[in-house]
């Protein structure tokens, strides 16, 4: 078992370390970051300026200091004259001991954004995760109940339909019927106290949780139907047991499985998901700030925001991979 | 191929199985967030090998939809910007079949016209996943060791990115034109095409056939070329539409984020243009028809993907050694 956690833990930091290291990467090789922090004067000469040759572009700036003072901070600070991998060593150092730097644009610390917007997107995820789980058990145990009769198969159909609805058409379908038309719910997202806050996010989780209700009840009810045929289940049956016992009791926990793994990945999908549908509810979430700050180049913003992003898929990942082992002891043994 | 069962033999009993406890964790890894998305079986229909009647209907849809993207600059449609074609947002009519947008221009003609874009996306972005993510795959299928390692955790890395973060990062830095928004979808697309085609290969590489081809001396690529690939592009081929759905979903996704395709339009465009909140309120066709183009067409990739997935018996290929 500590084997186990260990290798998993390792793995869990390489990944992290690789998807930081493309996110950086791609960042610095595809933007510029001098640009970014300081603006036009980043394109001065300033070795001709040194040399008298020419005159940089602003003379004097509101500090009183010329352009190439203000290029060579920012160069300083930010470690620019360094190679790039030298510059991702810097970021991961002040990452460990906690530092995501600040905004280039507004100065505000990048941890102090995250600390905002995220519990947001979290709180998004647990209302989707909350309606999918809610929606999903119930209905696969229904159908798998009396599998191949009418009403499995309208699910099936159902399901079927909703994998297929794109995340944003359902949420623009959703924002159609209950805000433009019966106007049951406000366009706005209301912060104003735990309760607003989970009404506004009951069209955005359903957005997210529909398709994923769709996604468990298939897995479940497959897996509902598999161990239905086990002879423990038989077993039960002939003991005289009533079938919802039998059901909720026996049949439900071993047929779990798929459902907590796809969990996992599912909140993975949730999260690029919740992108666009912070977007079309206009909730202030990390997925939005995340938009704006590749939209307008704000690097240590990304990056936060990408960090939080994978640890949270890997950590998730990893709670899955643990929570197999609470479920099953078999998978112990292999560990 | 000899010990693949025919399709008609199995009963719908084991293809309920067809998820089964063991093969979990790599079914879900293997085909990662396409069979996520999916989620399996989905349509347990016992009559036998035949394909049905509803993977007709899902080809002869996907089939109108690409003839009618092709051949939009000849049809007798309106100018799909012409802004003047009929009112301010006139409801459906026979003049109008999908009514007018807010400058007045025909959104019947503009839903034809965006399918060009779409379906152009969605399919570079999976060619470009089946080249790449399918020749990595069998390489690393085939060689093992060191390079299998390397491949497979760029891959792992790949799904654990969140994907539209990735394009956001691509398309928001180097501008989205067609070709940027296609290449960068098509990258998404390796890991997970890559991961597939790596088990098809790990499958068939020790079997007898791919052996014999090695003791009468064929060197690998002619082993890769001529014995591996044309058995790991079956199961492919069926991922391929359903890659295809997810990326024509995924550009319009883009869109919602105001990075899709500069120029011209596509249908995720068009449903952010009508999904407006005051376009809702008074024209709410402008954004319900191109989102029913779009569901109708993602629908028939999806089924007819999983269709033919479930026709050539690919289920085996999920066990990942």
């Known amino acids: ?335 | 191929m000899a010990d693949m069962p025919a399709p008609g033999e199995r009963t719908p009993d084991q293809r309920d199985s067809h998820l089964h406890v063991q093969d979990l964790g790599s079914e879900v890894s293997v085909r990662g967030s396409y069979e996520a998305l999916l989620g399996g079986q989905v349509f347990d229909d016992s009559k036998g090998s035949r394909l049905g009647v509803f993977f007709w209907l899902a080809v002869g849809w996907m089939g109108l939809v690409v003839v009618a993207a092709v051949t939009a600059p000849w049809l007798p449609l309106a100018d799909p910007d012409q802004t003047g074609f009929g009112g301010r947002l006139d409801a459906p009519s026979g003049d109008a079949w999908f009514g007018t947008d807010g400058n007045g221009r025909d959104v019947f003609s503009r839903t034809v016209w965006g399918a060009r874009i779409s379906l152009v996306v969605g399919f570079v972005a999976i060619a470009m996943g089946m080249v790449f993510g399918g020749a990595l795959g069998i390489i690393a299928g085939y060689f093992r060791g060191v390079v299998d390692r390397l491949i497979s955790f760029v891959m792992f890395a790949m799904l654990a990115f969140p994907g539209l973060v990735l394009a956001l990062l691509f398309i928001a830095t180097l501008g989205s034109s067609l070709t940027i928004v296609s290449v960068t979808l098509g990258l998404l697309a390796i890991a997970p095409v890559g991961r597939l085609a790596r088990a098809a290969t790990l499958l068939y590489a020790e079997r007898e056939f791919v052996q014999a081809s090695r003791l009468l001396g064929a060197s690998h690529g002619r082993i890769i070329v001529r014995e591996l690939l044309p058995n790991v592009l079956i199961p492919m081929s069926g991922l391929a539409l359903l890659g295809m759905a997810l990326t024509v979903v995924a550009e319009g996704g883009l869109a919602f984020l105001g990075l899709s395709v500069s120029d011209g339009f596509s249908w995720g465009k068009l449903i952010v243009t009508g999904a407006a909140p005051r376009t809702l309120r008074e024209g709410p066709w402008v954004a319900m028809f191109p989102i029913g183009a779009m569901f109708l067409t993602v629908l028939a990739l999806n089924y007819a993907g999983d269709r033919l997935r479930w026709f050539m018996d690919v289920r085996e290929l999920a066990f990942e050694r």
């Open chain 1, 1 to 335: 078992m500590v084997g186990f956690v260990v290798r998993r833990v390792a793995a869990l930091v390489a990944v992290l370390l690789a998807v930081t290291g493309l996110a950086f990467g791609a960042m610095n090789v595809l933007g510029d970051p001098l640009f970014n922090v300081v603006g036009f004067i980043a394109s001065v000469d300033c070795d001709a300026v040194a040399a008298g040759e020419v005159d940089d572009i602003s003379g004097q700036t509101a500090g009183g200091r010329g352009d190439c003072e203000v290029i060579a901070e920012a160069r300083r600070e930010h470690h620019l004259d360094r190679a790039l991998p030298i510059r991702y060593g810097y970021w991961l150092g002040d990452i460990v001991r906690g530092d995501l730097g600040t905004s280039f644009k507004n100065e505000m610390p990048v941890r102090e954004v995250i600390g905002e917007k995220l519990p947001k997107s979290v709180l998004l995820m647990v209302v989707a995760q909350v309606i999918a789980v809610g929606l999903a058990v119930p209905w696969a145990v229904a159908a798998a109940y009396r599998a191949h009769r009418p009403f499995d198969r309208a699910s099936t159909v159902g399901t079927f339909g909703l994998v297929a609805i794109p995340s944003f058409a359902l949420g623009v379908i959703l924002f159609y019927l209950f805000v433009v038309r019966w106007q049951i719910f406000s366009s706005r997202y209301d912060d104003t106290d735990l309760w607003s806050r989970l009404r506004s996010m009951v069209l955005p989780g359903l957005t997210l949780g529909l398709p994923a209700a769709a996604v468990y009840m298939r897995l479940l009810r497959t897996d509902l139907l598999t161990t239905l045929q086990e002879d423990f289940v038989l077993m039960a049956r002939a003991k005289g047991m009533s079938d919802q016992w039998v059901m909720f009791r026996h049949v439900l926990r071993p047929s779990l499985f798929s459902l907590v793994t796809v969990f996992g990945l599912s909140t993975a999908g949730m999260i690029g998901g919740s992108l666009v549908v912070e977007q079309i509810f206009s909730i202030p979430g990390l997925g939005r700030a995340l938009v704006e700050a590749v939209i307008r180049d704000d690097f240590p913003i990304v990056l936060g925001g990408v960090v939080v992003v994978a640890t949270g898929f890997v950590v998730v990942n990893f709670a899955v991979d643990l929570l197999y082992t609470l479920i099953d002891p078999r998978v112990r043994a292999d560990g």
